[in-house]
Every structure is written in structure tokens, then in C-alpha cells.
């Protein structure tokens, strides 16, 4: 209560500027509505790994790669694409140290998870960095976004996952090989006891990553892994016809 007074006293005094044009941007967004109208929406998804789909199929369809052997986790989740203007917000939070860009970014993801509905998995758990890359950011991207959608949704984070080794950066690699790069190379540095739990990352490309991180966390005993990030990579050549 006397955080979001004082949030609206802030937001009154100083309101936020869009981080992408600069103009007054709507509370408790640093974007204005025209460019929140410009996001490119993610609104025909695969329901296992939310990979866009055309226009034309019907809602709980899967891909073809779904069909064939469906993912490790339970479903994912991601409302936009990772495409222009998303691209540039998510690379100055990534690569620019623009921490402002996560409380809009996991606002965005919070209220069209708000808009889905649940039911809601027991905690949120981002995608660790290895110490080394942690250590040369300064931060991680997975769990600053992960902050404003726990407070938002009113559900626990804990980063409870660790990287056991490094690996190289997945956007470097092939398709092939991206999966044995990332194979066996989380951890849980703690037990756990939720049976549902919802791996927050910021975009989702080929699912390597989560399917490996999903894949420790089900030895550890959880039940129900759902992916959650803030957009999805099309397959080369997908066109939308929105």
C-alpha cells in the first residue's frame, strides 16, 4: 500500500519518458501508448513452445516440431516477438545496462500473463548466467525482469539455479549444436519443494536453454515446469499476416 502511494506521488511529480521516443509514457510504463501500439505481438502461438503460428490456426494448436516430440516443460509462454521495436528494448536491457527497461519490459510480460490467467505456478525461477558472464555484466537480464513481474503477480522469486559450467553464447552457435551446448549445464544450488514453477528468461529461441534448465529442475522433483519469457524468435522465413 505505501509503496504504490508512493509509486503514484513519483509517477505524478516526475512521469516516466517513453524509452523509445522519448514522449510522456503511461505509468507504470517508461513507454507511451504509440509505441506499446507498435510491440510486435506474439497472437498465434504454438501451446507447447509458443513459436508463432499463421493467423488461420485454431487456438491449442502445435507446431509441427511440437507434434514430433512435444518439449521437456509443461508449455511456454511469450506474448510478443522478437522483433522491431521489442529487439532494441530488450538489447539496451541485455548488452546497454538499461536496468529502466525491465520494470517496463516485466510489467508488459505481467499483464498479458494477467490476461491469460493461471493457474500460477509456486515460484519464479530466472535463467542463471554463468559467474563469470554475471561478473562482466553486472546483472542479470532474466532475474531484473523477473522482479517487476513477481511483485506485479504477487508470487515468490528465488534464484535457486546455477550454471555448472560455461557455455558459449547460443545466438553464436548453429541450430545443431545449440543443444549440446547447454546440455547438463544447470544446477540447483539449494533443494527445492515446489511441484510447479514457471522459468522466467527474456527471449525464447530455440528452447534449449529452458529445456536443459527444465530438465534439472525435474530430477530435483518439480512436476510442472511452465516457461515464461518476454518474446519469441520466429523460424527463418515466417511471415505474419497481421
Not at 531484473?144 to 535457486?160: K, N, Q, S, T
Amino acid at each position: 500500500m505505501v509503496y504504490q502511494w508512493l509509486k503514484n506521488i513519483q509517477n505524478f511529480v516526475l512521469p516516466p519518458s517513453c524509452l523509445l521516443c522519448g514522449a510522456r509514457g503511461l505509468a507504470p510504463l517508461d513507454l507511451c501508448a504509440a509505441c506499446c501500439s507498435e510491440l510486435p505481438r506474439n497472437l498465434h502461438a504454438c501451446a507447447g513452445c509458443a513459436e508463432p503460428l499463421p493467423p488461420g490456426a485454431p487456438p491449442g494448436s502445435l507446431c509441427g516440431r511440437c507434434q514430433r516430440k512435444p518439449p521437456v516443460f509443461a508449455r511456454a509462454f511469450a506474448p510478443y516477438l522478437y522483433a522491431w521495436p521489442l529487439d532494441g528494448l530488450i538489447q539496451q536491457l541485455k548488452f546497454g545496462h538499461q536496468l529502466a527497461a525491465a520494470r517496463s519490459l516485466g510489467s508488459l510480460l505481467a499483464e498479458r500473463l494477467q490476461q491469460r490467467g493461471g493457474p500460477w505456478p509456486e515460484l519464479l525461477l530466472p535463467v542463471p548466467l554463468h559467474p563469470r558472464r554475471l561478473a562482466e555484466r553486472g546483472y542479470n537480464q532474466a532475474t531484473e525482469l523477473a522482479r517487476p513481474l513477481a511483485r506485479h503477480l504477487g508470487l515468490p522469486l528465488r534464484e535457486l539455479a546455477a550454471r555448472a559450467r560455461a557455455t558459449a553464447r547460443q545466438s553464436d552457435l548453429p541450430y545443431r549444436e545449440r543443444r549440446r551446448n547447454v546440455a547438463g549445464a544447470f544446477i540447483l544450488r539449494e533443494s527445492i519443494t515446489a511441484r510447479h514453477v514457471a522459468v522466467v528468461d527474456d527471449v525464447l529461441t530455440t528452447g534449449h536453454t529452458v529445456s536443459a534448465l527444465t530438465s534439472a529442475l525435474h530430477l530435483a522433483g518439480v512436476e510442472t515446469v511452465e516457461v515464461w519469457a518476454l518474446a519469441r524468435t520466429a523460424p527463418p522465413g515466417w511471415m505474419s499476416a497481421d
